[in-house]
């Protein structure tokens, strides 16, 4: 029993510490197929936005109508309505790999592997799930 116990921890922190980009296809402008192949949990993309690591959305955005993300950054638009304006898939590119829309952006690419590594800054979950969240907020 402590031996299955023991193996199925280390299976589980190797998988969270070794994320690897997931392969997505574009089409138009978006990423319509979710990175996992199950949507995300909208109360996970909220608590990865209020905890600020590891993507720190929070640097250069808000949510106004959230208390605690309301103090956000102001370098990026706040976030409010966002559902509005985009689509589920749209949110997706935007998430993993915004300089696919906007050359020369300082936004970072979330789901991209960066220089000296193949490891994304958000695992395929963490990118369904900051996408599930985005995706309720449709007022400003």
Do not use: W
């Not at 936005?49 to 103090?71: F, G, W, Y």
């Not at 994304?120 to 449709?138: G, H, M, N, Q, R």
């Amino acid at each position: 029993m402590k031996r299955t116990l023991c193996l199925a921890l280390l299976v589980a922190v190797a998988g969270a510490a070794g994320a690897q980009v997931v392969p997505y296809k574009v089409v138009g402008d978006g990423i319509p197929q979710s990175l996992t192949g199950r949507p995300g949990d909208a109360a996970n993309g909220r608590a990865l936005l209020a905890k600020r690591e590891p993507a720190n959305c929070q640097q250069c955005h808000s949510v106004k109508k959230d208390k605690e993300l309301a103090s956000g950054g102001n370098k990026g638009p706040a976030l409010d309505g966002v559902a509005a304006a985009l689509t589920p898939a749209q949110l997706r590119l935007s998430v993993v790999d915004y300089s696919r829309i906007s050359a020369g952006t300082a936004m970072p690419s979330f789901h991209k592997a960066t220089a000296g590594s193949d490891k994304p800054i958000l695992s395929a979950a963490e990118i369904e799930d900051i996408v599930a969240y985005l995706s309720t907020l449709k007022s400003k």
